[in-house]
């Protein structure tokens, strides 16, 4: 009989990702970094003009960041125990938004910390990549951990069945971003890993589909 299988994200899940790119941007990179809305890209201004950053250096400096400054990159409270008590009682995946050639970085910087799972990279939606590793692995029920919205309406739309944790443990980003299970693509929204986990536990073990 197939294992259960859990498909978590790592940046604002796992480890904390804005916090550790905004200090870089402010200390070495002449940028500053200040979220007043949802919206990621309107949160970078050049330090000196006070104008906004555009696409095309947005996009080098998240290369740049990835690239040289994954070891700042810290757990988040509970993530760890969390996710390696999940991989107790099922198959534990990583599902990336990064390009390809960090996939073996992104591992490494998870087994450091100490999780050892497969590292999936993806960009764009993630419903299709999803699907395709539910498809591999022929679990006997599927949960999805992420912190952006967007990635729940993508799958909830390709593969439904998948039970759908809305999580940002990233104080900073968690009270900005619309929430999965008010819009109806979650279900349900918890930000802090000790109360996720008995949730998830329950979604693992419980043969009843979640409300």
């Known amino acids: 009989m197939s294992r259960p299988l859990v498909i978590s994200d790592c940046d604002e899940v796992l480890l904390y990702m804005v916090a550790p790119f905004r200090d870089w941007l402010a200390e070495s990179q002449g940028v500053t970094f200040r979220m007043e809305g949802n919206n990621f890209a309107n949160a970078m201004r050049w330090t000196e003009t006070g104008e906004a950053v555009g696409e095309k250096d947005i996009w080098r400096l998240l290369g740049g960041f990835f690239d040289t400054q994954m070891h700042t990159q810290m757990p988040i409270d509970g993530a760890i125990k969390g996710i390696n008590t999940l991989a107790e009682h099922a198959d534990v995946v990583i599902l990336t938004n990064l390009t390809d050639e960090r996939q073996q970085h992104r591992a490494e910087q998870l087994a450091a910390h100490g999780i050892h799972a497969r590292v999936f990279t ?11 590793i539910v498809a591999e692995y022929a679990p006997s029920r599927t949960l999805f951990i992420d912190d952006l919205p967007q990635h729940h309406h993508s799958v909830s739309v390709t593969v439904p069945q998948v039970r759908r944790l809305h999580l940002c443990g990233e ?8 929430c999965a299970h008010e819009q109806g693509h979650a279900h349900a929204r918890i930000d802090c890993w000790h109360q ?3 949730w998830l536990l329950d979604q693992l073990h419980n043969e009843e589909e979640p409300a």
């Not at 993806?122 to 999803?130: S, V, Y």
């Open 122 to 132: 993806n960009q764009g939606p993630k419903g299709p990549a999803l699907a395709s």
């Open 171 to 178: 104080p900073m980003l968690a009270p900005l971003i619309d």
């Open 196 to 198: 996720a986990l008995p």
